[in-house]
């Protein structure tokens, strides 16, 4: 996992200063995100909490991404580990007509679904244009709330 946290590179839509986001090359579920840790570390609770907070920012402005790029009925977020311990997020958009609904992922059999580079470059498009959006809206509303003007609290 941590030589192939960039790989392959056209399926990378996201980095911060702890994070890597790319689009699962299986698109059976449309959106299915890796969102991974960029150095090697395998518990959570063993992060810094500057670097756990920043992974867990992380973890939500991309799975809000997700949700506006591909309007699920619920969005899935697994951190196991278990299989392949580094931390990882899986991040799945779901939909109530998918064949899985109800179930996890890995329950039963289904079809991996390969895209061309068009249709990946498709899907990343789409995040990143939700990501800009996001950042814009936070920044802006960061902006208005600097210029409010800020009553003291006092004690009686």
Same mark, same amino acid.
């Given at each position: 996992?941590?030589?192939?946290?960039?790989?392959? %590179?056209? !399926?990378?839509?996201?980095?911060?200063? =702890?994070? @890597?986001? %790319?689009?699962?090359?299986d698109q059976a579920f449309e959106g299915y995100t890796f969102l991974t840790l960029k150095w090697h570390e395998e518990e959570l609770y063993k992060l810094a909490d500057k670097d756990r907070?920043?992974?867990?920012?992380?973890?939500?402005? @991309?799975?809000?991404?997700?949700?506006?790029?591909?309007?699920?009925? %619920?969005?899935?977020?697994?951190?196991?580990?278990?299989?392949?311990?580094? !931390?990882?997020?899986?991040?799945? +958009?779901?939909? =109530?007509?998918? +064949?899985?609904?109800?179930?996890?992922?890995?329950?039963?059999?289904?079809?991996? %679904?390969?895209?061309?580079?068009?249709?990946?470059?498709?899907?990343?498009?789409? @995040?990143? =244009?939700?990501? $800009? =959006? !996001?950042?814009?809206?936070?920044?802006?509303?960061?902006?208005? $709330?600097?210029?409010?003007?800020?009553?003291?609290?006092? $004690?009686?």
């Open positions: 996992m941590c030589q192939s946290v960039y790989e392959p %590179k056209n !399926l990378v839509f996201y980095e911060s200063r =702890t994070s @890597v986001a %790319k689009l699962n090359p907070k920043q992974f867990l920012e992380d973890m939500s402005l @991309v799975a809000n991404a997700l949700s506006k790029a591909f309007k699920p009925d %619920k969005m899935n977020y697994e951190l196991l580990g278990n299989a392949m311990p580094h !931390l990882h997020w899986h991040l799945i +958009p779901r939909h =109530t007509s998918d +064949p899985m609904w109800g179930r996890p992922i890995w329950a039963g059999n289904r079809r991996r %679904k390969r895209l061309n580079a068009e249709g990946y470059a498709l899907l990343t498009g789409r @995040v990143e =244009t939700a990501i $800009s =959006t !996001l950042k814009r809206r936070t920044v802006a509303r960061d902006k208005s $709330s600097n210029n409010r003007p800020h009553r003291s609290v006092t $004690s009686s």
